[in-house]
């Protein structure tokens, strides 16, 4: 498909883990990032990937890398309440844009 | 100071009226961006400049129209818009235009009336 494709919206529970998907589109993308947004804030970096890598880990952030099938997952260790936002995945596919999903809503409940 | 930032935070305006959305980036950065992002499409680039010069204009209607003074300016004049023109404006800003990360501004939600 020609879309970043991510489902629209995660209920957690306090201290449990989250997964949020994403099938991107281009399989020569060389980037892809996943992106945290606030109420009311614009987009934040949380961690990016370089294509030749299956896995990186920050803290309690780990991020998995399928190229074959163009899969990109974000896992948050220990959720906590502050982590509610959504969560956008994007593939850079060419050094002028980047491509964004929709946005995962991440809701974390006490 | 904040690294990107938008003014005004909120607009409303009717469609005759004209506009503008101001961004500045306190980062030193040399490429700059225009996003919407509305509740019906993912993030949508709109324009690109780099070293003030423009290299990306996703076909855009020419009721936007960008300015980009210096590296650190940028600005989007706005004029007969349509209500589904209402959005959320983001600006951004990057060291180049590679694979480096892009620093967002928090915003102008923009509604036309």
């Known amino acids: 498909g020609e879309d970043v494709e991510q489902s629209l919206f995660l209920s957690v529970r306090e201290g449990d883990s989250s997964v949020i998907n994403c099938t991107y589109t281009?399989?020569?993308?060389?980037?892809l990032y996943w992106y945290k947004q606030e109420p009311g804030a614009g987009l934040q970096l949380l961690t990016y990937i370089f294509s030749n890598m299956d896995m990186k880990q920050d803290q309690r952030l780990t991020v998995l890398l399928n190229k074959k099938d163009k899969h990109l997952s974000l896992r948050i260790a220990d959720t906590q309440t502050g982590d509610s936002a959504i969560y956008f995945c994007?593939?850079?596919?060419?050094?002028?844009?980047?491509?964004f999903g929709a946005g995962t809503r991440l809701t974390v409940k006490p | 100071e904040t690294g990107v930032t938008q003014t005004p935070r909120h607009l409303v305006m009717g469609m005759t009226n004209k506009k503008s959305l101001k961004c500045e980036q306190h980062?030193?950065?040399?490429?700059m961006y225009w996003y919407k992002q509305s509740a019906k499409k993912p993030l949508e680039l709109m324009f690109v400049y780099s070293l003030e010069e423009r290299v990306e204009n996703n076909s855009v209607p020419s009721r936007f129209s960008p300015e980009c003074p210096n590296s650190s300016h940028l600005f989007l004049h706005l004029h007969t818009l349509q209500p589904e023109d209402s959005a959320l404006y983001l600006c951004?800003?990057?060291?180049?235009?590679?694979?480096?990360?892009?620093?967002f501004g928090e915003g102008s939600r923009l509604t036309v009336l």
């Open positions: 994007a593939e850079r596919w060419n050094n002028n844009d980047m491509r």
């Open positions: 281009d399989s020569s993308s060389t980037y």
């Open positions: 951004a800003s990057s060291q180049d235009m590679g694979p480096g990360e892009l620093f």
């Open positions: 980062l030193g950065h040399n490429a």
